[in-house]
């Protein structure tokens, strides 16, 4: 099986697993399928992440503290599924270039707290929130409904 790189943005197909379950019966086969759209949708979000000037793993990671201020290393790497030198040193560098800042917990002393700078809010609504959103209007609007059945 001979799979060619995409030369433009293609976007990820809702029908995938469905069309895998009706095409096949055999579970190896609904996996194979589901996998190599799982690798699509990676290629496609490193993609988007470098556009917007950072690498996949920042990017995913500066992402999910847009999303959730207050996070804690452990939850990124729950969420990100990041091994956790890798989100500690790219947490490290965005605190550094002034992005994050890190707080203690106040209910236990051994967590931080990431938080986002002014300067961090504005980069993400700057370089990455614009970059999700002009992706994401190229997505096919489907009904989520009809894909779970």
Known sequence: MTHSQPTEFEPPRADVIEHAQAA????D???TAFFEEFRRIDLIYGAYGRR???SFSAYL???YICENDGTSQREI???TLLPRQTVNNVINALASQGLLRLEGSKHDKRVKR????DEGSATA???SRPCARRNCRRWPRSNP???VR
């Open 29 to 31: 086969t609904q996996l």
């Open 61 to 63: 990671i500066f992402d």
């Open 125 to 127: 609504t700057r370089r």
């Open 52 to 54: 917007c000037g950072l």
């Open 114 to 117: 990431i938080h986002l700078t």
């Open 77 to 79: 790497c729950a969420y």
């Open 24 to 27: 096949y019966s055999d579970l």
């Open 145 to 147: 409904t009809s894909a």
